[in-house]
């Protein structure tokens, strides 16, 4: 793999050049945004605050992918994305199911697994082959919302509302390409607007289950 090799997979970018995707690059400031914002709400929860770091890195990355275009600046795109995932999965299993420290990083390392299975099923489907990686996350908001809707019935209405942003964002980001002879600057920004409203919202319905359960003494 040529780390240094340069992607073109936007329709807002014409050329490698520094700022060939300036709405791209620009609208990251969506997540530098959300993560200060959550960072400075989640004073006193943890893992409130290490998931709004992830989300600061998320814009780092991604400003650069959109910059630079490369193999490597896309690793810096991609992975903190994983790891908002398996973080706040890890936060769920071990702070609201109540599980031990073990057994959460289990069940957490087991969405690798599963995405690698829906990634799979969905790579020859017309229209979720275009992100069929991040398809994986709605559907398993849905899936942990029919699980625990009786449990905690707030915290499955705000896992529905994330699902229907992230939804609306992986469409936006589906359809980039598609839609670029009617819309040249593409639908990427709206990934980028939409996901960081979804992730800022992620870490406060958590935030909030948190502080809710220490007020009931839980």
Do not use: K
Request: charged share 10%; aromatic share 14%; proline share 4%.
């Amino acid at each position: 793999m040529n780390l240094a090799e340069q992607i073109d997979g936007y329709c807002e970018r014409l050329d490698f050049s520094f700022w060939a995707e300036p709405v791209n690059a620009v609208t990251n400031l969506a997540f530098i945004v959300a993560a200060v914002i959550m960072w400075r709400r989640s004073a006193g929860v943890p893992l409130a605050r290490a998931l709004a770091a992830v989300l600061f890195a998320i814009g780092i990355g991604s400003f650069l992918f959109h910059t630079l275009a490369t193999v490597w600046a896309a690793m810096t795109d991609t992975v903190p994305i994983l790891g908002f995932i398996l973080l706040y999965l890890f936060a769920v299993h071990r702070d609201v199911l109540g599980w031990p420290g073990w057994a959460a990083g289990l069940a957490t390392a087991g969405f690798l697994p599963y995405a690698a299975g829906i990634t799979f099923l969905l790579s020859d489907v017309p229209f979720f082959a275009v992100s069929s990686f991040y398809w994986t996350v709605p559907i398993l908001l849905v899936i942990y919302g029919a699980v625990l809707r009786r449990r905690f019935p707030v915290l499955v209405r705000g896992f529905a509302v994330g699902a229907a942003i992230l939804t609306l964002s992986i469409t936006a980001r589906s359809l980039d390409e598609t839609l670029c002879a009617a819309f040249p600057v593409g639908t990427h920004l709206f990934w980028h607007l939409l996901n960081a409203v979804m992730l800022g919202w992620m870490i406060e319905i958590y935030r909030r289950h948190m502080l809710e359960g220490r007020a009931a003494g839980r």
